[in-house]
């Protein structure tokens, strides 16, 4: 029968460990292993800690419920990418969920700054590799996955590309200069196609941004339409309305006094 056994070492090389803070990782480690019995497809309640050794606190964690041959093994290899110092949530796989990646770095939150919690895995050895949970690292993890928002706002740029097949379509966002992967809904296709024949139309474009630290990654868009673009001699039409307006100075010379005066104002 295929098995699927790790070891827990808290307070490596301390004496002894406070019982509320043994108590709460526990519960934390307890959390976690359920969440990943539900990811992985193991039964929720398989657990149990034996091999308990003295000194620093040390023991293993097995899983005694049934399972198939196949999910023991991909839980072996989901288990190894989460203890893996470089994994991030996006590159998360074999169907764990970035709540399990969040409820692992919660083990290590009431540890010392200074103190980690090792974890390994049993691959057919008598001894795993131990690999640290440090304060840290728990703190890193938090941060990449908290840090993805959702918010409402737009973005005005050209459509580079209308992906055939689907309702995706790209934009060059001029505020960034980036390409935006925009989502659009299906009954807004042939506005979306309207707005295309014109080779170089600038459009304005609303909707639900998702951002992973500050980067947009999805942009699902409610509100399309063109854009009315600055043209060379729009300013002297706005004028036009009151040829007077500007005096005796051109459109430019008026400007530009304006702006003199505004700057005048600001340093006196």
């Excluded at 190894?80 to 969040?102: M, N, S, V, Y």
């Excluded at 200069?177 to 196609?193: A, D, H, I």
């Excluded at 630290?213 to 309305?241: M, P, W």
Aim: one cysteine or more; glycine letters at 8%; aromatic letters at 10%.
């Amino acid at each position: 029968m295929a098995q699927f056994r790790i070891k827990l070492e808290l307070n490596k090389g301390r004496h002894g460990i406070p019982l509320q803070r043994l108590a709460n990782i526990a519960k934390e480690a307890e959390k976690f292993l359920e969440m990943f019995s539900q990811d992985v497809k193991l039964e929720k309640n398989g657990w149990i800690a034996d091999n308990f050794e003295n000194g620093s606190l040390m023991y293993d964690v097995n899983y005694v419920g049934e399972s198939e041959p196949h999910n023991i093994a991909v839980a072996h290899k989901a288990f190894e990418q989460i203890t893996d110092i470089k994994t991030t949530p996006d590159e998360l796989d074999f169907g764990i969920r970035k709540e399990t990646f969040w409820q692992f770095a919660q083990i290590a939150n009431h540890i010392e700054a200074d103190d980690y919690i090792g974890i390994g895995l049993y691959k057919g050895e008598d001894v795993p590799e131990i690999k640290e949970l440090s304060k840290e690292r728990s703190l890193e993890i938090e941060r990449q996955i908290a840090q993805r928002v959702v918010e409402f706002g737009g973005i005005q740029g050209e459509i580079t590309a209308l992906i055939k097949g689907s309702n995706h379509l790209w934009i060059n966002d001029f505020a960034t200069n980036n390409r935006v992967v925009c989502t659009f809904k299906g009954e807004m296709y042939s506005q979306v196609w309207q707005l295309l024949k014109s080779q170089d139309t600038v459009v304005n474009v609303e909707g639900w941004i998702t951002k992973d630290n500050g980067k947009v990654i999805d942009f699902v868009i409610e509100k399309i339409s063109s854009a009315v673009v600055y043209q060379e001699g729009d300013l002297e039409k706005l004028f036009g309305c009151d040829p007077n307006f500007t005096g005796e100075l051109s459109t430019e010379e008026y400007v530009a006094k304006l702006r003199d005066e505004e700057s005048e104002n600001y340093l006196s």
